[in-house]
């Protein structure tokens, strides 16, 4: 059974940090590009960042602010996200996909997701 589930986020105030987990099973991990998304409303997820062995990726709004990285021995990667401002409130989803990382990856595997909530 594939599973990914995320955890590490809450409520945090303005220019503080964040470290978001996502644990994945099911997969080969070794192999997939894992990908962080963000869903404020109803209109779709942003792609916040990816990593894969070759390549990562980060999206303009986040770049310099957030790091992306991988553990493969725990088969684990974390979103660690500094100075957070209230527009980067959202739920926050993990997801895998065989594909390169990129502005246009579709992933076929999600998590759940998890809230992250920027106060002022």
């Known amino acids: 059974e594939v599973q990914l589930v995320e955890s590490g986020g809450g409520l945090v105030q303005a220019g503080g940090s964040l470290r978001l987990s996502c644990a994945v099973s099911?997969?080969?991990?070794?192999?997939?590009?894992i990908a962080w998304f963000r869903q404020v409303s109803e209109d779709g997820r942003e792609g916040v960042s990816c990593?894969?062995?070759?390549?990562?990726y980060y999206s303009n709004s986040v770049k310099d602010r957030f790091t992306i990285l991988r553990d493969n021995t725990r088969k684990t990667v974390y979103l660690q996200m500094n100075s957070l401002q209230p527009e980067d409130s959202a739920v926050y989803y993990c997801?895998?996909?065989?594909?390169?990382?990129?502005?246009?990856?579709?992933?076929?595997?999600w998590g759940k997701g998890i809230r992250v909530t920027v106060s002022s």
């Open positions: 997801a895998a996909d065989s594909s390169d990382c990129g502005y246009y990856m579709v992933p076929g595997y």
């Open positions: 099911g997969l080969p991990f070794d192999e997939m590009s």
């Open positions: 990593i894969n062995n070759r390549q990562t």
